[in-house]
Nanobody, 122 residues
Framework: QVQLVESGGGLVQAGGSLRLSCAAS????????MAWFRQAPGKEREFVAA????????YYADSMKGRFTISRDNAKNTVYLQMNSLKPEDTAVYYC???????????????WGQGTQVTVSS
């Protein structure tokens, strides 16, 4: 079992930046691919970015490429999402997830955090 706790969300103006963190506890964090998803009010959960267990492979949704960067520090059992040039449409609850493969599909992930709210004002 892996427990995930997100932090770093908040209110930011359009064009600003935020860095989200996801701290993992439990067994074998380093064995898991990690990902970020987001869900805006009234919308389905959407893939943001994923990273392999060793950080060697990353994968982004097209709309996030160039603005968001996923990274991980296995020594700290933490995965990060650096978000730059934020837009109002990035407003959502952001979720951290852990799974066995790098994927943009939510049901490929076995473990989920509780989410952190990101609000981007115009």
């Amino acid at each position: 079992q892996v427990q995930l706790v997100e932090s770093g969300g908040g209110l930011v103006q359009a064009g600003g930046s935020l860095r989200l963190s996801c701290a993992a506890s439990g067994r074998a964090f380093t064995a898991h691919a990690m990902a970020w998803f987001r869900q805006a009010p009234g919308k389905e959960r959407e893939f943001v970015a994923a990273i392999a267990w060793n950080g060697g492979t990353t994968y982004y949704a097209d709309s996030m490429k160039g603005r968001f960067t996923i990274s991980r520090d296995n020594a700290k059992n933490t995965v990060y999402l650096q978000m730059n040039s934020l837009k109002p449409e990035d407003t959502a609850v952001y979720y951290c997830a852990g799974g066995r493969v790098v994927s943009g599909i939510s049901h490929h992930y076995d473990y989920w955090g509780q989410g952190t709210q990101v609000t981007v004002s115009s």
